[in-house]
């Protein structure tokens, strides 16, 4: 049974750092394409970033040189690292996870990835 628990959202002030963490059982996230999207209500969800079994990853413009994807093999986790957050960044942040899907030329979109966590939520204050 596939789970993937996100963790580490809080609310912070601009220009701050935060670290999120996606804790994965019945994946195994060096071998699976993991994705890290957000949404806001009303919104579509925006996919934000996206690594595949060969270690590519794919950014949004929106977060471009900001976020980094990153995986720990031995935890099974991946990780979200927010760098200089925005007012805009603000938005519940969901872990997903593909076995099959590996085009990194952008980053894929939703339906591609067949399981999600439950999102954890961030919130950047001005």
């Known amino acids: 049974q596939v789970r993937l628990v996100e963790s580490g959202g809080v609310s912070v002030q601009a220009g701050g750092s935060l670290r999120l963490s996606c804790a994965a059982s019945?994946?195994?996230?060096?071998?699976?394409?993991m994705g890290w999207f957000r949404h806001l209500p009303g919104k579509e969800r925006e996919g934000v970033a996206a690594?595949?079994?060969?270690?590519?990853?794919a950014y949004a413009s929106s977060i471009k040189g900001r976020f980094t994807i990153s995986r720990d093999n031995a935890k099974n986790t991946l990780y979200l690292q927010m760098n200089s957050l925005k007012p805009e960044d603000t938005a519940r942040y969901y872990c997903?996870?593909?076995?099959?899907?590996?085009?990194?030329?952008?980053?894929?979109?939703?339906?591609?990835?067949?399981?999600w966590g439950q999102g954890t939520q961030v919130t950047v204050s001005s």
């Open positions: 997903a996870a593909d076995p099959n899907y590996s085009d990194m030329g952008g980053v894929p979109g939703a339906p591609v990835f067949s399981y």
């Open positions: 019945g994946v195994t996230v060096s071998r699976w394409s």
């Open positions: 690594i595949n079994e060969f270690g590519d990853t």
